[in-house]
């Protein structure tokens, strides 16, 4: 558990409740990933997880897959 990731990321896409639901719903499904909370005031999502099990791709592919990009 020493490897697990705290990272913020900026969805700019994200703009009411349903976002919020279809977003954490989405990411917090994906094995290694231990919590994720999303700031809708901020687009931004909190989200802890573990490198060894979910990658940042896969993160991103799944936000991608359910409609949101990440602001690099």
Do not use: F, W
Not at 22 to 34: C, K
Not at 42 to 50: A, E, F, G
């Amino acid at each position: 558990m020493d490897d697990v990731q705290d990272i913020k990321i900026s969805v700019p896409d994200m703009s009411c409740d349903h976002c919020v639901k279809t977003i954490n719903g989405a990411l917090g499904a994906l094995s290694g990933v231990e919590s994720v909370r999303s700031d809708l005031q901020t687009k931004s999502v909190h989200l802890r997880y573990d490198p060894r099990r979910v990658s940042m791709q896969q993160i991103e592919a799944t936000l991608d897959d359910v409609g949101y990009t990440i602001a690099h």
